[in-house]
């Protein structure tokens, strides 16, 4: 058995063609070009999304389960904050990586969210 990586290279991708605005490389590529706001939010997004990537794999997911999990446990505004938190950083998420998801992609990420944000004000009134 060779370990040459000549033997082990995948066939080159294709490139997307303007009549393919469904192709799984780019599922959006005939959309609407970034406004200055879009670009801006995603220039101010950069950083953290870095900084976020740095971290241990583990440690994002952890911290959003500590914060369901205080959500769900806690009665009052302390837990609804904690439910906020969780909403508004999926929320920032899903905003960043909008124009690159399917409309299924798209709604599956507002139900999460939506879903979230009812929690949160139930338990607010609990």
Same mark, same amino acid.
């Given at each position: 058995? $060779?370990?040459?990586? $000549? &033997? =082990?290279?995948?066939?080159?991708?294709?490139?997307? $063609?303007?009549?393919?605005?469904? #192709?799984?490389?780019?599922?959006? #590529?005939?959309?609407?070009?970034?406004?200055?706001?879009?670009?801006?939010?995603?220039?101010? #997004? &950069?950083?953290?999304?870095?900084?976020?990537?740095?971290?241990?794999?583990?440690?994002?997911?952890? +911290?959003?389960?500590?914060?369901?999990?205080?959500?769900?446990?806690?009665?009052?505004?302390?837990?609804?904050?904690? *439910?906020?938190?969780?909403?508004? @950083? /999926?929320?920032? /998420?899903?905003? +960043? #990586?909008?124009? &690159? *998801?399917?409309?299924?992609? =798209? *709604? %599956? =990420?507002?139900?999460?969210?939506? @879903?979230? *944000? %009812? /929690?949160?004000?139930?338990? &607010?009134? =609990?």
């Amino acid at each position: 058995m $060779s370990t040459k990586r $000549s &033997a =082990r290279q995948t066939p080159p991708r294709r490139a997307n $063609s303007p009549g393919r605005p469904d #192709s799984p490389a780019q599922p959006n #590529s005939a959309a609407r070009p970034a406004t200055a706001a879009r670009r801006s939010a995603e220039q101010r #997004s &950069a950083a953290p999304l870095i900084y976020l990537r740095q971290l241990p794999s583990w440690l994002p997911p952890v +911290v959003l389960i500590a914060l369901m999990v205080t959500g769900l446990a806690v009665r009052g505004w302390a837990g609804a904050v904690a *439910l906020c938190a969780v909403a508004a @950083f /999926l929320g920032w /998420l899903a905003f +960043v #990586s909008w124009p &690159a *998801l399917t409309v299924r992609g =798209r *709604l %599956g =990420r507002a139900v999460a969210i939506a @879903f979230l *944000l %009812g /929690l949160a004000v139930f338990e &607010a009134t =609990r």
